[in-house]
């Protein structure tokens, strides 16, 4: 940006460029672009003098590019995410989400710092400075996410304080022990308190807080939320001066019921963020430019919906010169062929073209530390490991609900034989999160509904957020040959399934795959259809949703590796109900 000028031999270059004095470095002609300031579309030639804007009007440059006919936006902005959910390397992550317009990410490697500690987001960072994609590392604020699981790693108020007298980190991560922060908790504040006082952002994740509780939240420094079920719920939130986050991701789909809360009068107090975004739906529908797509599907204005990823979000974290087209801003940009259907064309990162036609002009070496491998460490297991005894009838259950990560707090009649369940007949399964971090050999057991698969298994290592193993099936020695297999990969994703076993390997912390971007697309693909045919409800993402239903701060009802617990309640409940 024009801060940035190493002396006013650049800073005359530059203004002699906006002044038609001398060409440009290169002229984006004749094409349209987003006036972010009035969201509106303008016409213009777009000047640029090495990585920054010099001047929009009539040029000429050294090197010219015809855009005519298109659309010229400020790079994208993802304003949330995990790139450990794409389960792809930063590198092969870039490689997919640069050339859909995607030039920034709010990143927060939360998943990753919990399995490995700090190690694995200095690699992540290390990764990612190999691409041309600029990823914002958020320093994760929970790890682990509650005091009810057992993660990789522990890092408290001191640890964060003195990572953050370094410049890796841009602000805190999501603070998902929203209820600790408004009770007063002192180990929460000082986190909180960390980043203020270097002048670093705080982000948030607040699901249904509202009243008080919200007031506290928010006056202890949290600045943004993207956990809004309701469009109400999100007014308050805007109301109370948050930003709120429009979430769009491969199991969080929650445009379409918060849209309702974005006018003309408030819009700029919103920004979009995909969270967590598989591999697959990257590849078959893209990234930011997809959450563009479907805010004009539910009736959103494309020029609003563009503001929301671009300025929007550039202000809600303080992104100097990002998030526009005008004098002295990164030339960051994105060329597209409309702003309804956000088909991406090219991109240019600090003024260089990075992508064309969908294909990245770049790629990254893959360097893998040994901190992030050989991650799953678990003690053995045997189909006794999953054996549910109830002392009564009736037992509390996960029960799950299509297009949300809430889940419900059920309570269903189940029959027991010789000490444990008896699910035949029944839509009821196994559940099980299996300790994979000190082999300490521990378990959690519960019943979840909803799922839907039959005769085996199915587990993964990623279950949010502290990555044990989660395994659910109706077949126990299917359960305990899920859990085998993942520790013989490495970590991954797992299907028993009519004495088969099909698995997709992640072997970067157990979360990620160092495999090129398409191969572990088809592979995954390749897992989800066979999980679907094996029973698996079409209305969930097969191994997503299964990854969260250990993650303890969504209601209402969870399992950890130290047993079932109850969201609402923020404490362990017995499986057998009343």
Same mark, same amino acid.
Do not use: W
């Given at each position: 940006?024009?801060?940035?000028?190493?002396?006013?031999?650049?800073?005359?270059?530059a203004?002699?460029?906006?002044?038609?004095?001398?060409?440009?470095?290169?002229?984006?002609?004749?094409?349209?672009?987003?006036?972010?300031?009035?969201?509106?579309?303008?016409?213009?030639?777009?000047?640029?003098?090495?990585?920054?804007?010099?001047?929009?009007?009539?040029?000429?440059?050294?090197?010219?590019?015809?855009?005519?006919?298109?659309?010229?936006?400020?790079?994208?902005?993802?304003?949330?995410?995990?790139?450990?959910?794409?389960?792809?390397?930063?590198?092969?992550?870039?490689?997919?989400?640069?050339?859909?317009?995607?030039?920034?990410?709010?990143?927060d490697?939360?998943?990753?710092?919990?399995?490995?500690g700090?190690?694995?987001?200095?690699?992540m960072?290390?990764?990612?400075?190999?691409?041309?994609?600029?990823?914002?590392?958020?320093?994760?604020?929970?790890?682990p996410?509650?005091?009810?699981?057992?993660?990789?790693?522990?890092?408290?108020?001191?640890?964060?304080?003195?990572?953050?007298?370094?410049?890796?980190?841009?602000?805190?991560?999501?603070?998902?022990?929203y209820?600790?922060?408004?009770?007063?908790?002192?180990?929460?504040?000082?986190k909180?308190?960390?980043?203020?006082?270097?002048?670093?952002?705080? =982000?948030?994740?607040?699901?249904? %807080?509202?009243?008080?509780?919200?007031n506290?939240?928010?006056?202890?420094?949290?600045?943004? =939320?993207?956990?809004?079920?309701?469009?109400?719920?999100?007014?308050?939130?805007?109301?109370?001066?948050?930003?709120?986050?429009?979430?769009?991701?491969?199991?969080?789909?929650?445009?379409? @019921?918060?849209l309702?809360?974005?006018?003309?009068?408030?819009?700029?107090?919103?920004?979009?963020?995909?969270?967590?975004?598989?591999?697959?739906?990257?590849?078959?529908?893209?990234?930011?430019?997809?959450?563009?797509?479907?805010?004009?599907?539910?009736?959103?204005?494309?020029?609003?919906?563009?503001?929301?990823?671009?300025?929007?979000?550039?202000?809600?974290?303080?992104?100097?010169?990002?998030?526009?087209?005008?004098?002295?801003?990164?030339?960051d940009?994105?060329?597209?062929?409309?702003?309804? @259907?956000?088909?991406?064309v090219?991109?240019?990162?600090?003024?260089?073209?990075?992508?064309?036609?969908?294909?990245?002009?770049?790629?990254?070496?893959l360097?893998?530390?040994?901190?992030?491998?050989?991650?799953?460490?678990?003690?053995?297991?045997?189909?006794?490991?999953?054996?549910?005894?109830?002392?009564?009838?009736?037992?509390?259950?996960?029960?799950?609900?299509?297009?949300?990560?809430?889940?419900? @707090?059920?309570?269903?009649?189940?029959?027991?034989?010789?000490?444990?369940?008896?699910?035949?007949?029944?839509?009821?399964?196994?559940?099980?999160?299996?300790?994979?971090?000190?082999?300490?050999?521990?378990?959690?057991?519960?019943?979840?509904?909803?799922?839907?698969?039959?005769?085996?298994?199915?587990?993964?290592?990623?279950?949010?957020?502290?990555?044990?193993?989660?395994?659910?099936?109706?077949?126990?020695?299917?359960?305990?040959?899920a859990?085998?297999?993942l520790?013989?990969?490495?970590?991954?994703?797992?299907?028993?399934?009519?004495?088969?076993? %099909?698995?997709?390997?992640?072997?970067?912390?157990?979360? %990620?795959?160092?495999?090129?971007?398409?191969?572990?697309?088809?592979?995954?693909?390749?897992?989800?259809?066979?999980?679907?045919?094996?029973?698996?409800?079409?209305?969930?993402?097969?191994?997503?949703?299964?990854?969260?239903?250990?993650?303890?701060?969504?209601?209402?009802?969870?399992?950890?590796?130290?047993?079932?617990?109850?969201? @609402?309640?923020?404490?362990?409940?017995?499986?057998?109900?009343q």
């Open positions: 940006m024009a801060e940035n000028f190493s002396g006013t031999d650049e800073m005359k270059r203004a002699d460029i906006a002044a038609g004095r001398i060409k440009a470095d290169v002229v984006l002609k004749n094409a349209r672009y987003l006036d972010v300031f009035n969201a509106r579309l303008c016409e213009g030639d777009i000047a640029l003098c090495g990585g920054l804007i010099a001047g929009i009007g009539s040029y000429e440059g050294e090197k010219e590019y015809d855009f005519s006919g298109k659309v010229v936006l400020p790079g994208l902005i993802d304003s949330h995410m995990h790139i450990e959910s794409t389960q792809l390397s930063p590198e092969e992550f870039a490689s997919l989400a640069v050339p859909r317009g995607t030039t920034l990410v709010i990143a490697p939360h998943e990753i710092v919990n399995v490995c700090l190690a694995g987001a200095d690699y960072s290390r990764a990612a400075a190999r691409t041309p994609l600029d990823v914002r590392l958020m320093l994760p604020s929970c790890v996410a509650t005091p009810f699981e057992t993660s990789g790693a522990v890092i408290d108020s001191k640890e964060i304080a003195k990572a953050f007298r370094g410049k890796r980190f841009f602000g805190l991560g999501e603070m998902m022990n209820p600790a922060v408004a009770a007063g908790d002192e180990e929460v504040l000082a909180i308190y960390a980043a203020h006082s270097t002048g670093r952002i705080t =982000d948030g994740h607040a699901p249904e %807080m509202s009243g008080k509780a919200l506290s939240y928010i006056v202890s420094g949290v600045r943004t =939320d993207h956990e809004c079920a309701t469009a109400a719920e999100a007014e308050e939130k805007v109301s109370r001066g948050m930003y709120v986050l429009l979430r769009e991701g491969s199991a969080s789909h929650d445009l379409k @019921n918060l309702p809360a974005v006018n003309e009068r408030n819009f700029r107090r919103f920004a979009l963020c995909t969270d967590d975004r598989h591999a697959d739906g990257l590849a078959a529908e893209g990234h930011i430019d997809h959450v563009l797509r479907m805010a004009v599907k539910y009736g959103l204005k494309g020029e609003l919906a563009a503001v929301m990823c671009t300025l929007n979000a550039a202000e809600c974290y303080g992104l100097k010169g990002k998030g526009a087209i005008a004098p002295g801003y990164d030339a940009l994105a060329v597209f062929d409309d702003v309804q @259907n956000f088909n991406c090219a991109v240019f990162k600090d003024g260089r073209l990075v992508a064309e036609d969908g294909k990245p002009l770049f790629s990254g070496r360097r893998l530390p040994a901190a992030v491998k050989n991650t799953v460490k678990v003690a053995p297991v045997s189909a006794d490991t999953f054996t549910i005894k109830l002392n009564g009838t009736r037992a509390r259950v996960i029960g799950l609900q299509e297009g949300t990560l809430v889940t419900k @707090n059920l309570v269903e009649e189940v029959t027991s034989r010789n000490g444990d369940v008896v699910l035949e007949g029944t839509d009821l399964l196994r559940l099980a999160v299996v300790e994979r971090h000190f082999a300490s050999g521990r378990a959690g057991l519960g019943l979840v509904k909803g799922y839907g698969l039959k005769n085996g298994a199915a587990a993964t290592t990623v279950s949010h957020d502290s990555h044990n193993i989660i395994v659910v099936g109706d077949d126990k020695q299917a359960m305990a040959d859990v085998e297999e520790k013989r990969i490495g970590g991954g994703m797992t299907l028993v399934h009519g004495g088969k076993i %099909m698995s997709v390997p992640l072997d970067i912390a157990g979360l %990620m795959s160092s495999a090129p971007a398409e191969k572990h697309v088809r592979l995954s693909a390749e897992l989800y259809k066979a999980a679907y045919e094996a029973g698996v409800n079409r209305g969930i993402e097969a191994f997503m949703t299964l990854s969260f239903l250990a993650l303890a701060v969504i209601p209402e009802l969870r399992l950890t590796d130290r047993g079932l617990f109850d969201v @609402n309640a923020f404490g362990f409940t017995p499986i057998d109900a």
